[in-house]
């Protein structure tokens, strides 16, 4: 059975699990012990590392025929010193046959409004968003150096219908941008995301680069109204884009400040994904759907 070699144990990890166990051992990269029996009961078999102490990587050197790269960069810098050291680790053994790696839309800054598609050049506007160029570019060196299949997803806004949702925006009633001068955005639901790793896995061609993205066509306010919606909560105020750059800090201000729509024809082409939530609308309908089975059973 072969193996894969999980770095970055999140939800997203938690959620790619089910998909992947019975077919292949898995195992995860984590530094807090803590994690290990959450991590056991997804059917992972931990490994204690640390991305940031290259000496303890040691221990993956060589482990698996296939890495799934989920972990962050650092907060601060302009590069990626852990997907470095990972990379130096995996080098010093039988190489890997894949690596995919989960990447952000960032890369591409601010587009104003245009569809974009994977052959557009990177124009990262934030230092989180240039330090996912730079893992980027040593991953597709590397595999490109090393004869190692790399899949890049490039993925928007993660959300769940059940938990990660802009509630406590809504419920502190941030402002948004009033339509004529919002930004469109970009969503993939969670578990679509993890099928898509998935399907990555099965059908991704080398060194190549897919949109992770959904069907939705929402600018960002009319992400929050559909959702507030959804929850029985009032819309959130809008103002202009000027009023926004007075009142609302700079980390939320960077992504209110970039309008792109990620073309996914690729990724729908090439990796045959069919997405269980292609639009948020119908994810959100789900979480209806599920709120009035709880309000009409007995009780």
């Known amino acids: 059975m072969k193996r894969i070699l999980i770095v970055g144990c999140g939800d997203i990890a938690l959620r790619v699990a089910p998909l992947l166990r019975g077919r292949y051992r898995l195992l995860g990269l984590a530094r807090n012990p803590e994690r290990f029996p959450e991590l056991r009961r997804a059917g992972i078999t931990p490994l204690q590392a640390d991305l940031d102490h290259p000496p303890s990587l040691a221990r993956i050197t060589g482990v698996a025929h296939t890495v799934l790269h989920f972990a962050p960069p650092p907060n601060s810098g302009t590069n990626d010193p852990r997907t470095r050291n990972l990379l130096a680790a995996l080098s010093r053994g039988t190489l890997p046959e894949t690596i995919v790696y989960i990447s952000t839309s960032g890369v591409y800054g601010d587009c104003g409004g245009d ?164 639009t948020v609308a119908d994810a959100l309908q789900t979480l209806r759907d599920r709120a009035a089975e709880r309000h009409l059973q007995p009780g």
């Not at 934030?126 to 993925?155: H, M, N, Y």
């Not at 941030?174 to 790793?197: C, F, K, Q, W, Y």
């Open 115 to 278: 569809w974009v598609a994977e052959t557009r050049p990177l124009h990262a506007q934030t230092p989180r968003a240039q330090r996912r160029v730079d893992a980027e570019k040593q991953i597709r060196a590397w595999a490109k150096r090393c004869g190692v299949q790399a899949v890049i997803l490039r993925v928007p806004g993660i959300y769940d219908a059940e938990e990660r949702l802009p509630l406590q925006r809504l419920q502190q009633r941030t402002p948004g941008i009033m339509a004529a001068e919002d930004s469109h955005t970009n969503h993939i639901h969670a578990d679509d995301l993890a099928r898509v790793v998935a399907a990555a896995l099965r059908h991704g061609k080398p060194n190549r680069v897919y949109h992770t993205s959904d069907d939705s066509r929402l600018k960002m306010t009319d992400y929050f109204d559909c959702v507030a919606d959804a929850l029985n909560l009032p819309h959130v105020p809008r103002v202009s884009r000027w009023q926004a750059q007075q009142i609302l800090p700079n980390g939320l201000l960077s992504f209110m400040n970039e309008s792109r729509r990620l073309s996914n024809q690729r990724m729908k082409r090439e990796l045959k994904v069919l997405l269980r939530y292609p």
